[in-house]
C-alpha cells in the first residue's frame, strides 16, 4: 500500500490536535463525527470517532468510512511511542524513537517490511533535515533553511528512486513589516514554477485567503482557493474552492470550536458532518 495512504490516519489526528487547541477551558474526551451524504438522509452515520486523554493527546481514532482504526501509545513523558494502526486492509505499527536532536520514526508491515524517517532539529527546535528510507535504501531527503527571524524560507528536496537523482526546491516569502508569509513557490528541477500559493491577511492581521495555482497544468481545475471568515473577532468559516467551481467545502466553527463541515460537488451536496464534543 502507498505511503502517503498508510499515513492518512495520522494526518487526521493532526488536524484534531489543532481543534483541541481551540479548547482550552475543557478537556475534550471524546470528538464524534455524525455524518449525511444528501440533506435528504434522516439518519445520520457515524463517520469517526476520536478519543483523547487528560493531557490532550489523541489515544484513538476511527474512521468508519476510510477503514482507519489507529492507537496512539506514549511514554511517560508524554511523548508518542508507538502507532498500531489499521486503514483499508492493510495494517502497520510505526515506533518512535528519541535521540539527541533527532526522532526517527520506524514503519513496519506485516510482510516484514520496514522503511525509516529521521527527523533532525537544531537547537531551537527547528527540523532542519528529514531522510527517509526503504529498508535500508535513502530514497528522499530533504534540507531546511530558515532566516534570521526563524521563519522557514527555503527547503531543498532531493529523490534518489529511478536511475536518475531528481531534486526540487521550495522558497518561502515574507512580508519585512508584518513578518507573515505572503508566498509558497515549488520549483521543479529546471527552476520553473509548478505551484504557486499567495497568502492575504485583513487588516487585524489574521489569515484572509490562501490561492493555490499550478502554472505548468494546462487544464486549471487544479487551483483552488481558501477563504476565512471571522465573526466578532474569531473564525467562523474556511472555504475551500476549487477555481472552476466544481468543489467546494465548507467549516463552520462556534466560539472557535469547529461544529460542522459542509462538501458540495457541481453545488450538490454530498457530505454533510456535525460534530459532537465530550468532555470530562
Not at 56 to 78: A, C, M, P, S, W
Not at 96 to 122: A, F, W
Amino acid at each position: 500500500m502507498d505511503k502517503k495512504i498508510i499515513f492518512l490516519g495520522l494526518i487526521l489526528g493532526l488536524m484534531s490536535q489543532v481543534t483541541l487547541a481551540q479548547s482550552k477551558a475543557k478537556k475534550i474526551k471524546q470528538i464524534i463525527g455524525w455524518g449525511k451524504y444528501t440533506q435528504d438522509q434522516k439518519q445520520a452515520q457515524k463517520f469517526f470517532v476520536k478519543q483523547y486523554n487528560l493531557q490532550r493527546k489523541l489515544t484513538k481514532e476511527q474512521d468508519f468510512r476510510l477503514y482507519v482504526d489507529n492507537t496512539y501509545h506514549y511514554n511517560k513523558r508524554g511523548k508518542l511511542q508507538r502507532v498500531d494502526g489499521y486503514e483499508g486492509e492493510t495494517s502497520f505499527t510505526i515506533k518512535y524513537k528519541y535521540g539527541r536532536n533527532v526522532i526517527t520514526k520506524q514503519l513496519e508491515t506485516p510482510d516484514g517490511k520496514k522503511s525509516n524517517t529521521h527527523i533532525y532539529y537544531n537547537k531551537k527546535g527547528k527540523i532542519v533535515e528529514k531522510k527517509m528510507y526503504d529498508a535500508r535504501k535513502l530514497y528522499k531527503r530533504i534540507v531546511y533553511n530558515y532566516n534570521r527571524r526563524d521563519s522557514l524560507i527555503g527547503e531543498m528536496h532531493y529523490i534518489y528512486t529511478g536511475k536518475n537523482r531528481r531534486n526540487y526546491k521550495v522558497i518561502y516569502t515574507y512580508d519585512t513589516k508584518t513578518k507573515k508569509r505572503l508566498r509558497r513557490n515549488e520549483y521543479d528541477s529546471n527552476k520553473q514554477i509548478i505551484e504557486k500559493v499567495v497568502y492575504q491577511y485583513n487588516n487585524q492581521g489574521n489569515l484572509k485567503s490562501i490561492s493555490k495555482e499550478f502554472p505548468q497544468r494546462k487544464n486549471s481545475d487544479y487551483n483552488t482557493t481558501i477563504v476565512y471568515k471571522y465573526k466578532n473577532g474569531q473564525l467562523w468559516q474556511i472555504i475551500n474552492k476549487s477555481n472552476n467551481n466544481q468543489y467546494e467545502s465548507r467549516k463552520i466553527y462556534k466560539n472557535g470550536i469547529l461544529i460542522r463541515t459542509r462538501k458540495y460537488e457541481n453545488e450538490k451536496l454530498t457530505e454533510l458532518i456535525d460534530y459532537q464534543y465530550i468532555y470530562y
